[in-house]
């Protein structure tokens, strides 16, 4: 792109409707007041209503309406509740919740933490939402994911010692690869719906404030050469308004992806491979059941 792409070019969202989870804070914050300022609709999903009602009340007035809703994505109970309740249409869902390098945790489900929000969340949210979308899902990763590995045969991580940066990278590798096969079983399903990922390089937001020895690093010396947080939203906001092709994968065009403005990248070549998005679509099912496939 000669022009780099800012806020300023977000365009016109009127009579568009917006999911968007873990949008309380951060990068979901950003993308709610974009979307809604240029009169879109926007559904907060969110853990904490409350949380989520103080934040939308922070934006001030928008054209758009926003309203706050409770889900909490890595939890298989809170999506069927979720999803059970929606109705209408939905032009973009944006899978934008995540945390990062927590304690060893399991959800309700017996789900490994991280793989709950990060993956087996935004997964069954999707297939469950799919016949509410008309034009596309977001969801959100991380250049971690080059770090990573699809675990077919451990998903949840039962039979290996837990390593929080690594059941991170992970998460987000197998975010990518949901989405790559989520693609071919649209288009397989002659659907009009596109899948596309974005990531914000590393944005200054809360996401690692409990990290220690990294967020004393990203805080400290590292934290002149990060992305302000509506920077690190622009990505989530291209990917989900531009005309980016199926399967794009937007972040910062500056070194390493790690600021800088909008621009379609590519993925790691783990990310890319059909036979390994097939097989982790049929290991998650395994895992969370059948009620959560989508199939042409």
Partial sequence: MSKKWTLADVPDQS???YLITGAAGGIGLVATRELARAGAGVVMAVRDPAKGERAARSLGPVRGQIEVRELDVSSLASIRE???AWSGPLDVLINNAGIMMVPEAHTGDGLESQMATNYFGPFALTNTL???I???VVSISSQLHRMGRMRAEDLNGLNRRYNPWFAYCD???DLLLFSHELQRRLEAAHSP???VIAHPGIAKTGLVSHVGGVSGWLNGLARPLLNEADNGGLPTLYAATQDVAPNAYVGPDGFGSIRGFPK???PSRAARKDKSAAALWDATI?????EFDFRP
Avoid: A, M, N
């Avoid at 395994?286 to 059948?290: F, K, S, Y």
């Fill in 130 to 132: 799919l016949p509410h």
């Fill in 264 to 266: 379609v990248r590519k």
């Fill in 134 to 136: 008309g034009d596309r």
């Fill in 171 to 173: 998460s987000k590798l």
């Fill in 286 to 290: 395994d895992i969370i059941g059948p």
């Fill in 193 to 195: 719906v596109r899948s």
């Fill in 15 to 17: 009579g568009r409707t």
């Fill in 82 to 84: 979720f999803t059970r």
